[in-house]
């Protein structure tokens, strides 16, 4: 599995989020290309696909890597892990957060945070095998409304 980071928004990369983020979220459209520009072009994020060579270097998979600084240091984020259903269980997942753990490393993060629903249950295995701990917190959300 080839992980790269996105540098420029193409057809090929709408046509994917168009594939993937449904997928991850019946609730959220995917992202127009003016929001995929926004997202590449931000020093806030990292957004990482994962090219499948067996399959002509389809895109299977992304990851987006939040990086912030607050009083207490750098911290990063995983957010919007999706892999294609047909690429799941092939180690897509994992090799798009060890890039992602390691790009977070660089930039000079001390934590990686991120969060999983209960029901995604190989992907808690996953983040749970490669390091992640759960923490006793709670997680809380505001809704603002949309207008």
Do not use: H
């Not at 790269?4 to 709408?14: F, G, I, K, N, R």
């Not at 997928?23 to 090219?51: C, K």
Request: aromatic share 6%; net charge neutral; glycine share 6%.
């Amino acid at each position: 599995m080839d992980i790269v980071e996105v540098t420029e928004v193409t057809e090929e990369l709408c046509t994917a989020f168009r594939r993937l983020i449904p997928q991850l979220s019946s609730s959220n459209p995917p992202p127009a290309r003016e929001e995929l520009a926004a997202i590449v072009s931000s020093p806030a994020t990292v957004l990482f696909v994962a090219r499948d060579p067996d399959r002509g270097g389809e895109i299977v998979g992304t990851l987006t890597l939040a990086l912030f600084r607050i009083p207490t240091g750098l911290r990063a984020w995983i957010e919007d892990v999706v892999v294609d259903g047909s690429a799941r269980g092939k180690g897509v997942g994992e090799a798009l957060n060890l890039a992602a753990l390691a790009r977070a490393a660089s930039a000079g993060a001390t934590t990686v945070d991120l969060t999983s629903r209960p029901s995604r249950e190989a992907a808690n295995r996953l983040y749970q095998r490669i390091g992640f701990t759960r923490r006793d917190t709670n997680v809380y959300r505001y809704e603002i409304s949309r207008q």
